[in-house]
């Protein structure tokens, strides 16, 4: 109970921060263990970023000089593998020119491509955060083009505020014809759209992947985040476990070597200890038992070693919804016909019910789902 008490306290607000740490719960004291936890939960925007100082001020420059030229026509792509904090850093960044009076006022949208259900539903969304109104992907498409290329009046554009829209897993925004990326980064160098662009990927490539017409658009300013070394994994969570007397130096250090011999990804780092502590907890919990003092290198070996086996587990979780409501089709029609084949036929129908019996969704049209 202390635990998922402590993960609810960790978790602060949607993003999960400003809430501080929680020593005291209901007039009950967490444990420490439970307090690591909590502390060791990834958080969107974390209040520090030990070890990402460089890219978060080049980061915060590029924006600060942007916005000051009124948004428009400036983008900054980011790539780097999972976990090396680049979502992080640019809501970090953007948090801190929020407080900048020196600035002019700007807006931020936040469209992340793995969750769309098509690349085209980022204008739905976009048209619906600066407008309010919803339109299909096709009218929506019009309406931004409408407004974003219109000529004006010089020095007026239709909004007086800048929009920063920050497109996370961008490469899922690629089409055959790359027209979607094309026409959103188009906008942005209009000076009409007030709008610059902070596209995210894991890609390094990506803007060379492109057809060259899209490429000098996308690949102005680039940065690019480096997987963390094991030197920078034990530096970030130390910091978050700052003041508490948790952790064993040793268990930290032995996580901190192992993901960066893998990935560098902090956040698998963080996982781990963060069930390490929680195995802890269970420990000190257990009759018996004699409590350990501190998260052990036999703790993060054990944590280590189940999340291992939840790479499946994991693997469908982050699914986009699509791809997750087709997995459970084939599985759901392959049980009613007993049989391990699926035909498109029935896998489509059966996709198609779900979505507009069940989930008021949209369903793939038949080139997106043979795709
Ligand atoms: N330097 C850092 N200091 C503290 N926490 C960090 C740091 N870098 C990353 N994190 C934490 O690690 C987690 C993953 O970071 P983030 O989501 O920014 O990674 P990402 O590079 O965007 O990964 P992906 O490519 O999977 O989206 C987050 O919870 C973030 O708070
Ligand atoms: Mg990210």
Not at 265 to 294: F, K, M, T, W, Y
Not at 328 to 346: H, N
Not at 356 to 362: A, K, S, T
Request: proline fraction near 5%.
């Amino acid at each position: 109970a202390s635990l998922t008490e402590a993960a609810r306290l960790g978790g602060g607000g949607s993003d999960g921060s400003g809430a501080g740490w929680a020593l005291h719960s209901r007039g009950r004291t967490l444990s420490k263990f439970a307090e690591a936890a909590a502390c060791l939960t990834p958080r969107a925007a974390p209040e520090r970023m030990p070890c990402r100082e460089r890219e978060r001020a080049e980061v915060l420059s590029a924006l600060r000089a942007a916005l000051v030229e009124d948004g428009s026509g400036s983008s900054l792509y980011l790539s780097g593998t999972p976990g090396t904090g680049k979502t992080a850093t640019v809501h970090h960044a953007l948090r801190e020119l929020a407080t900048e009076p020196a600035l002019p006022a700007f807006r931020t949208i936040e469209i992340n491509g793995m969750k769309l259900s098509s690349p085209q539903q980022v204008y739905t969304l976009l048209w619906e955060a600066i407008s309010g109104m919803h339109a299909s992907p096709t009218r929506a498409m019009q309406c931004l083009e409408r407004r974003f290329c219109e000529s004006q009046p010089k020095g007026k554009r239709k909004s007086k505020m800048a929009t920063v829209l920050l497109l996370d897993e961008l490469d899922y925004l690629v089409t055959r014809t790359q027209s979607v990326i094309y026409n959103l980064f188009e906008w942005a160098t209009s000076s009409a759209s007030g709008m610059l662009i902070i596209g995210i990927s894991n890609t390094m490539d990506l803007p060379e992947r492109l057809l060259p017409r899209v490429h000098s658009r996308v690949g102005i300013h680039r940065i690019n985040f480096f997987p963390y070394a094991h030197a920078d994994i034990a530096a970030i969570i130390g910091d978050r476990l700052t003041n508490l007397d948790a952790f064993n130096a040793s268990g930290i250090e032995l996580c901190a070597r192992k993901v960066a011999s893998v990935s560098g990804d902090v956040r698998r780092a963080l996982e781990v200890c963060r069930l390490a502590a929680q195995l802890a907890e269970r420990q000190a919990l257990e009759r018996g038992a004699s409590p350990p003092e501190h998260v052990t290198i036999s703790h993060i070996d054990a944590a280590a070693r189940q999340l291992r086996g939840s790479v499946v587990a994991r693997a469908v979780t982050e699914l986009p919804v699509h791809q997750l409501l087709l997995l459970t089709s084939v599985l759901l029609v392959s049980s009613s016909t007993g049989r391990a084949e699926v035909d498109t036929e029935s896998l489509s129908a059966h996709h198609r019910g779900v979505c507009l019996q069940h989930l008021c969704l949209e369903p793939l049209s038949p080139s997106e789902l043979s795709e």
